[in-house]
């Protein structure tokens, strides 16, 4: 299975803001976007989809920035995916040109089940298990100031 661009952004942005912790520090989508390689605008809809999943919040003005709620610091890394992925099937059967097979197909289910079984091999890990002391490290660089 492959993950969508935006399920990687969006686990980018997670990891990014486990990296700052519990810390005062300020993270906001344009850091962010700039130390993943990322388009702002991607990283802003990224984290517009993890708020509405109840990961990740945000405060405006000169102090605020984006962090990760209790919610998100406790999701597995499965739960975080479903959630970016959504609950699409591996295969399209049905759509403009319908597959003929469809009522007949086992393929349908097969796949389904693999998919599931991915989400439940990724809920046996967690948002720490993403990040390690040389993510803290990149992230922290001097090269990424805030501007």
């Known amino acids: 299975m492959q993950l969508s661009r935006f399920s990687d952004l969006g686990l ?5 803001l486990a990296v700052s912790g519990a810390a005062a520090e300020r993270v906001t ?5 700039r130390q993943v390689n990322a388009s702002e605008h991607y990283i802003a ?7 509405e999943l109840g990961l990740v919040d945000s405060h405006r003005g000169r102090t605020g920035g984006i962090f990760l709620t209790e919610r998100g610091r406790t999701a597995t890394v499965g739960r975080i995916v479903r959630g970016l992925e959504g609950q699409g099937e591996v295969v399209e059967c ?3 040109t319908p597959c003929p097979l469809a009522s007949a197909c086992r393929l349908r289910h097969m796949l389904a ?5 991915f989400y439940r ?3 046996q890990y967690t948002l720490g298990d993403l990040i390690d002391s040389r993510t803290v490290q990149l992230l922290h660089m001097p090269d990424f100031p805030e501007r």
Do not use: C, H, I, Y
């Open 12 to 16: 980018r942005v997670m990891m990014r």
């Open 29 to 33: 989508v344009k850091l962010v976007a």
């Open 45 to 51: 809809k990224a984290v517009t989809k993890l708020a």
């Open 94 to 96: 049905t759509g403009a």
């Open 113 to 117: 089940d693999a998919q599931e079984s």
């Open 121 to 123: 091999n990724l809920d």
